[in-house]
């Protein structure tokens, strides 16, 4: 009899069976999902680039933007992923006033963010969306945008003209007046803070 207990205690039914191999499929699953959620939770440790929207991109030399002309500039943006492909290619105008001094304009509208395309002709940066229209200097001149195209730093060193592609001013809350053309930092009624 008790040989007949043993040999019964290490068979295994199906249902055990059936039972260990959905256990078995179950932590292969899990294991497989855990992977992606880990890698993304643990990114902005792994990946050093936290301050990489801090880092000044060259965009050529100083003699590829000819005096008193607006030219098409392509830089690489500085929080590249893996899969961006050719979107981190971002485009901008850079407009070289005279000597050192430039203008490097973000290519959308400040509207809705269509791409502006310079016209040399008129004198004029258009938006193909909505209408909008730009000034040389990037001010707005007519349409619906309720300001002029944003603006990067640039800086000039060692013939090189370079931006801080990371830092974009935009008009939302908390967004400070100064950068925003033809308004004064000044409270809008004659007493309100």
């Known amino acids: 009899m008790t040989s007949d207990t043993t040999t019964n205690d290490t068979t295994i ?20 999902l855990a992977v992606p959620i880990g890698r993304f939770l643990l990114s902005s440790i ?13 965009l050529g030399s100083v003699s590829q933007f000819p005096e008193g002309e607006t030219r098409l500039a392509t830089f690489r ?11 981190v290619d971002t485009p901008c105008w850079v407009r070289h006033v005279e000597g050192d001094q430039f203008q490097v304009f973000a290519v959308n509208c400040a509207h ?14 258009m938006c193909p969306c909505h209408g909008g229209a730009y000034y040389r200097d990037g001010a707005r001149a007519s349409g619906p945008p309720e300001r002029g195209l944003f603006e990067y730093s ?5 013939g090189l003209i370079t931006i801080k ?8 809350p908390g967004a400070s007046l100064m950068h925003i053309k033809g308004i004064r930092n000044e409270p809008r009624c004659g ?3």
């Open 13 to 32: 039914s199906r249902r055990g069976m059936f039972m260990k191999l959905g256990l078995l499929l179950n932590g292969v699953v899990a294991a497989a």
């Open 46 to 58: 792994t990946r050093a680039r936290a301050d990489g929207y801090l880092d000044w991109i060259s």
């Open 77 to 87: 943006n500085p929080l590249v992923m893996p899969t961006d492909g050719k979107t």
């Open 112 to 125: 809705l963010g269509c791409p502006v395309r310079w016209f040399p002709q008129s004198g004029l940066f």
């Open 154 to 158: 640039y800086k000039v060193e060692n």
């Open 165 to 172: 592609a990371g830092e974009m001013p935009t008009p939302g």
């Open 191 to 193: 007493g309100c803070a």
